[in-house]
Structure formats: C-alpha cells, structure tokens
C-alpha cells in the first residue's frame, strides 16, 4: 500500500485543513469497514472508477452509492462503508474539526451525520478537480494540485470566530475537563443562543455533543497506544461518571464494547474491520 500524506503548512488552507492524504493499493482484505466519529469533516474523491456503499447500521443493507467524490459531515455514530476488498486509489481532504465552512460556504449543521455527492456542496468545480487529478500519475503532483484547489476556495467570511474557537480548542485538548456555559461566559461576549447557533454553523453538532465525539475520540487513541487498559481508571481520567458510562459511550459511537475493540487488533485510528456475518 502507498499511503502518502500531506499537512498544508500555509494559508488559508493551514490550518483549517489538518491533512490530505493519497492512497493507493489498499487492499483490506475485508467488504466492510466501521468509520467511528472523531469529530472531523471529510471530502474524498476516488481515483479508481469504483462506486462505495454506505450501509445502514442495522439493517446491514446498502443505503447509499457513492460515486466520483463525496463530502461526510461530522458524525455522532459510526458509519460503514464498502467495498473495500478490491484496490483503492482514493485522494481524502480531512477538514479540522470547525475548519471547513471556509471551503464549502455550507452550514457544518446541515451535514452533520450525513455523506452527499460533493457536487451538491461544491458544484462542478470538484468535478473539475477530478478530472485535473486523474491527468496526473504522481500523488505528490496531486496532492498540491487539491491543495490550490482549496485555496481558490477559500472566504474569509466563513472563518470560526473566535468565542468559538477557543471553546473549540479547549474542548480538543482536554474535552472530559470543559464546563460549557462556564467557558463560554469567560471568553464569549455573545448570548448562549447566539453563541450555539454560530457553533453549529462552524463546527456542525451541539457543543455539548462535541464534547461527547471528542471525548470518545480520546479514549479511542488512549486504546491504540496501551496494550493493557484498566476500564475504570481510564474513564474516570477521562471525565466519565464511572466506568458503565464509559461503556455505554464507547457502544454508542462504535457499536462495539472496548474489550471488543481491542481485540481488532488493527492500526488505523477510528477505522476497523466490519465484515457482515456469514
């Protein structure tokens, strides 16, 4: 597999734009995969000419195709999506959690938990886009040409302000620790209405529902990095009630319980093997 990654280091794109990212040869091994939430807006554009299926979590059955391009809002519970057991040559714009309304001049409320064509969001320009990427071989060629791309796209209107962003960051680095309408009455010289109204706008779920996708977020990398974990510690570190809380969570935005998680054994950060039973 040729994973090649890109961190934009300039603006506008920097740093509303955490990573864009060139995959080619990936072949799982498996039809399915379980995306779990992480807080983040995604645009990804195939390369291959193949067509992707989301499927409905219950139900297992397809619920949607896509095709081309596609834009995945923020999600508060996981999505899983196929096929995959073929190669994959996919060119993904990872969005920073509140950084993409600059990019698509679309409210992040309106696509949370949902994935649309990206021409919905972004017109024929990203059909365009397409086309340009697919002229090129090299992914680093194409990795800046999406890069201009973005920048052309670029409204400063759209920027998050600032009440919001300094609720954003504070709930980024420590989201089990954050009193909502504490912080928001320190640093925001706006009612709270307006306040969430202008923080679903930029970021897309409630705040109080960040915190929650962050918060998971969290607990999910702290169960990539140790082989080992005590359930009860690690929730209350995290600002679970307790450790029943804790899983409750973790069900909630994965549909697995952690000890099931763990024993996934893969590497890739909130992606996991999802094949349907037999």
């Given at each position: 597999?040729?994973?090649?990654?890109?961190?934009?280091?300039?603006?506008?794109?920097?740093?509303?734009?955490?990573?864009?990212?060139?995959?080619?040869?990936?072949?799982?091994?498996?039809?399915?995969?379980?995306?779990?939430?992480?807080?983040?807006?995604?645009?990804?554009?195939?390369?291959?000419?193949?067509?992707?299926?989301?499927?409905?979590?219950?139900?297992?059955?397809?619920?949607?195709?896509?095709?081309?391009?596609?834009?995945?809002?923020?999600?508060?519970?996981?999505?899983t999506?196929?096929?995959?057991?073929?190669?994959?040559?996919?060119?993904?714009?990872?969005?920073?959690?509140?950084?993409?309304?600059?990019?698509?001049?679309?409210?992040?409320?309106?696509?949370?938990?949902?994935?649309?064509?990206?021409?919905?969001?972004?017109?024929?320009?990203?059909?365009?886009?397409?086309?340009?990427?697919?002229?090129?071989?090299?992914?680093?060629?194409?990795?800046?040409?999406?890069?201009?791309?973005?920048?052309?796209?670029?409204?400063?209107?759209?920027?998050?302000?600032?009440?919001?962003?300094?609720?954003?960051?504070?709930?980024?680095?420590?989201?089990?620790?954050?009193?909502?309408?504490?912080?928001?009455?320190?640093?925001?010289?706006?009612?709270?209405?307006?306040?969430l109204?202008?923080?679903?706008?930029?970021?897309?779920?409630?705040?109080?529902?960040?915190?929650?996708?962050?918060?998971?977020?969290?607990?999910?990398?702290r169960?990539?990095?140790?082989?080992?974990v005590?359930?009860?510690?690690?929730?209350?570190?995290?600002?679970?009630?307790?450790?029943?809380?804790?899983?409750?969570?973790?069900?909630?935005?994965?549909?697995?319980?952690?000890?099931?998680?763990?024993?996934?054994?893969?590497?890739?950060?909130?992606?996991f093997?999802?094949?349907?039973?037999?």
């Amino acid at each position: 597999m040729d994973y090649l990654p890109h961190i934009p280091q300039k603006a506008p794109v920097a740093p509303a734009v955490e990573l864009l990212f060139h995959l080619r040869g990936y072949v799982p091994g498996h039809s399915r995969e379980r995306l779990v939430p992480d807080g983040r807006m995604n645009l990804v554009i195939e390369l291959d000419g193949r067509e992707r299926h989301v499927y409905d979590n219950d139900s297992g059955l397809s619920r949607q195709v896509c095709r081309g391009s596609w834009l995945s809002g923020v999600h508060s519970d996981y999505i899983t999506i196929g096929d995959t057991d073929s190669e994959s040559i996919l060119l993904v714009v990872q969005f920073a959690p509140g950084g993409s309304l600059p990019f698509t001049h679309t409210s992040a409320a309106e696509l949370c938990d949902v994935v649309v064509p990206a021409e919905t969001i972004f017109g024929g320009a990203v059909l365009t886009l397409r086309e340009e990427l697919l002229a090129l071989d090299e992914p680093t060629a194409r990795l800046m040409t999406a890069e201009s791309w973005l920048g052309n796209r670029f409204e400063a209107e759209f920027v998050t302000p600032d009440y919001v962003q300094v609720t954003l960051d504070a709930l980024q680095e420590n989201p089990g620790d954050v009193h909502l309408t504490e912080l928001v009455a320190e640093h925001g010289a706006v009612s709270y209405k307006h306040f969430l109204d202008r923080f679903r706008r930029h970021v897309g779920p409630t705040p109080k529902s960040m915190q929650r996708i962050l918060r998971f977020a969290s607990v999910f990398k702290r169960l990539q990095s140790q082989r080992t974990v005590q359930w009860a510690e690690l929730s209350l570190e995290l600002g679970f009630s307790d450790q029943a809380h804790f899983i409750r969570e973790f069900r909630a935005f994965s549909g697995y319980r952690p000890e099931e998680f763990q024993g996934q054994g893969h590497d890739r950060l909130n992606f996991f093997p999802d094949d349907p039973e037999d």
